[in-house]
């Protein structure tokens, strides 16, 4: 949460005054939303957004002083950033969210859960294991990887009370309890003891750290000397350039529509894992298009299927019309409209990224823990 509380008690209490009753049914987004406590809402909004306050940041040439305030204030910004988007994203994602390599012949539904299980693949995780999700959402991503594992013991990490309401929920509604478990904590500092985990995985999740440093340091120190971690990161690529005020403006635009401090390059980003002890096992963008496959921002821009309706131009111009029809007759809480265009204005900013291949939302990294 983003407000500001005494116990984790107290922040439960206030995460059910902000969200109100439990629906885990897919059609009930407006439901869901229209619920929402109109002050709490609000000021999750507005904690949000005084992080980006300097409309035109991405013009300057220098905006480390606003990169360095956003890392300050990086766990609350991005609870508050939760808080407001979970809903939506569940609307046009499901229970993934994230990005995949986009094969041609198979549904949206299929590539996601290929993407999910792939990484148990790369960690070669056994029933049993026990296994780290860092960042974990709603749990999607976490419950695709006990399956396709074998059963694997996977303990998700999320700083987002909303979020691990929801990750319990449905762990129960999938009979998927006894494989799971949840923490709520900062996973730059984790309440967890040194060298627990068999494996680590986190699917475009450790990008909201202030510093990837930060977080690949405490993964380093929970995971078994031995043990793998794989990633999916968001990253620039090589053909960003930073004097270029485009490129600019569509990488500021991504950050400011996704909770991100600081999006590090590919090559910053093993660095960034090298630095804290890792070697690397395996690396590269699986945002490649090949003869097999169709970009991945097609996601946003041309969707297939019922549930990618929502995700395309017109979906997106359709909820968002109806929020603003909503809105002007108070049937929806302050800052659910705002979340909606901020939303909006980050899915043309990914588009752009990717048309112009200055962005990868999949930048794959293996890494190991020494043995000694």
């Known amino acids: 949460m983003a407000i500001s509380v005494n116990t984790p008690t107290e922040e439960i209490q206030l995460m059910r005054q902000l969200h109100g009753e439990l629906h885990l049914e897919e059609n009930g987004f407006f439901r869901k939303v229209t619920q929402k406590d109109s002050k709490l809402n609000k000021k999750a909004a507005e904690s949000y957004y005084s992080n980006w306050s300097m409309k035109k940041e991405a013009e300057l040439e220098d905006n480390q002083n606003f990169v360095d305030g956003r890392r300050e204030q990086a766990q609350n910004m991005t609870n508050a950033f939760y808080d407001l988007v979970t809903d939506f994203y569940e609307y046009g994602w499901g229970q993934s969210f994230h990005f995949a390599r986009l094969y041609k012949g198979d549904s949206f539904e299929e590539n996601i859960k290929r993407h999910e299980a792939f990484l148990a693949l790369k960690l070669g995780l056994k029933k049993g294991e026990r296994v780290l999700d860092v960042g974990c959402g709603v749990g999607g991503p976490l419950r695709e990887v006990v399956k396709s594992s074998g059963y694997a013991h996977v303990t998700g990490i999320n700083n987002n009370a909303y979020q691990l309401e929801r990750c319990v929920a449905y762990s129960q509604k999938y009979g ?62 090589d053909k960003y350039d930073p004097n270029n005020v485009s490129h600019r403006r569509v990488i500021h635009g991504i950050e400011e529509g996704n909770s991100i401090s600081k999006l590090y390059s590919t090559k910053e980003c093993l660095a960034a894992a090298k630095s804290v002890g890792f070697n690397v096992i395996e690396e590269g963008d699986v945002a490649l298009v090949d003869s097999a496959t169709v970009p991945w921002y097609y996601t946003l821009k041309k969707p297939e299927g019922l549930r990618g309706v929502l995700r395309s131009p017109w979906g997106r111009f359709y909820t968002n019309s109806l929020l603003t029809f909503l809105n002007k007759f108070n049937m929806v809480p302050p800052g659910v409209l705002e979340t909606s265009q901020l939303l909006n204005s980050a899915a043309e900013m990914l588009v752009a990224g990717g048309e112009l291949g200055v962005f990868t939302p999949m930048y794959l990294f293996v890494v190991e823990k020494p043995l000694n």
Not at 181 to 188: A, L, N, Q
Not at 192 to 219: C, K, Q, W
Request: charged residues 25%.
């Open 176 to 237: 998927l309890s006894d494989y799971t478990d949840f923490i709520k904590g900062d996973f730059t500092k984790m309440p967890i003891e040194n060298e627990t985990f068999d494996g680590v995985f986190s699917v475009e999740a450790t990008v909201h750290a202030p510093r990837l440093e930060m977080v690949y340091g405490e993964i380093y120190r929970v995971l078994k000397p031995g043990g793998r971690f794989a990633c999916y990161e968001w990253c620039t690529t």
